[in-house]
């Protein structure tokens, strides 16, 4: 319980340092313990991490801040803040490993994992930090040791880090690669590190994101995919990310003919993973949200969908209309800064936790006996009120995780391309990269019918004229 409570002060400092204070460590004072009250070292010991800005290469033999060419500048999206975005003129980033690649991106989106950032309720992210972890775009140079793409090849990147030869990457579980994040503030919390993502705060890593003219991917021959010229940027940027959770939701939850799903959080990932749950078969599909437009916009989409809006109706009598006992799958598509009950807000406000135990509980309670609870919604921290009992008494399985999207693209490009999937259902706004700021906001604030922001990079919009000229 001490060690719990300890590890809750970590996570405090974090989600303060988070705020406009911009810092990121988790500083215990020195006597830094893990979950079991182990001793770890102190943050001076420590090795590996964006620290300071100086290039460390952490013992798998990655660098997390790319060197930086003198020469020649580029636009990036910069979190500066809570609900601080700006669009800055930054160094363009060089090989710096011999597996990377450096992209010049053509489109970029913003998903709803930035918004945590955007909000400050995500722990550990820096003044400055480049933004933007699903994008695509075209590979400018390449390392002397990368073998599977080249310059001149038009590809999508994963938005987890993932080197393809460890043990977590041997089980395809990618988005826990074992020595791409090098952050000893997750390995405290956490028992150990996932795999660093692109553009996200630095317990995973710090690295710089693809909302940016050019962005450096590691890892490039495990962490790009080519992508065929007949198919426009908007169909397939979203491999990158959102349209490989929302299948890895319905993996989770094993969705197929016979089963019955419900799907909180009618945001792109929701609305894409009722998309995938109809393509597998699934006898009932129901999205569950309080934005009648995004409920509309899906339903419009994909006849067959039967919706819930939980601000006019009660969900578990809703449900119980529809599915009798209770949904086979309960999809979690909506995430830990999402706070429906007062006390919950409450205990969040003031720090005595960091993530909502109010929709997983409602996913418990709602779910048939013996189902099952797919969560791709992001987690952080620890919750209080959690609903175990029911949990155990009702037989649930939970599974849960961060996608590992190398795993599931191959075969989602062959289902975009012969038409069963189609990610730009979910995409309602198509700005310059220059609207970042304007963006952010309004996908948070959910005005202008937003669900799906794209960005597109100078480089998109000179494609359309030709190709791009030189540096
Ligand atoms: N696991 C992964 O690899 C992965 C990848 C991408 C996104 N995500 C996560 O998926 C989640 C959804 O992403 P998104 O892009 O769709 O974001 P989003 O914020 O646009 O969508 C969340 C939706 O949930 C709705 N919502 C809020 N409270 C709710 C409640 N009590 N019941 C039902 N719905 C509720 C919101 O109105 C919103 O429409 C986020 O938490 C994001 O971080 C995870
Ligand atoms: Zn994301
Ligand atoms: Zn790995």
Redesign the pocket.
Known sequence: MEAVTRAMEGLKTAVIGSGSEGKTQVDTGGNLQDLMGHPLESNTQRSGGNLGGKVIRTSGGVTVTSNKDPDHTMRAVCWEGPRKIVVEERPRPMITDPHDAVVRVTSTAI???D??LYLGSAPGMQKGDILGHEFMGIVETVGPEVRNVRPGDRVVASFDIACGGCRSCGHGAF?SCDITNPSKDQEMLYGARTAGLFGYAHVTGGYEGGQADYVRVPFADHDLIHVPEDLPDNKVLFLS??MS?AWFATELGEVGPGKTVAI???????ILAAHSSQVRGADKVIL????QY?LDHAATKLPGLLTIN?GKEKVKEALEQVVPGGPDVCIE???FH?C?STAHAAMVKTLMETDTA??LN?LIYCCRKGGTIAC???YVGLTNGFNIGAFMEKGLTLKA???PVQKFWHKLLDMIKGGKLDPTIVITHELPVEDAPQAYKMFND?TDGCIKVVLKTSMARSQATGPPSGP
Not at 264 to 270: C, D, K, L, Y
Not at 288 to 291: F, R
């Open positions: 998903c709803g994992s918004l945590h988005s990310d959102i959770t909180w959080g009618a945001g792109p990932v929701g569950i949200d309080n934005q995004r939980f598509a909506v995430g999402y429906k109010d929709i409602e791709v919604g992001v995780g961060q996608t959910k």
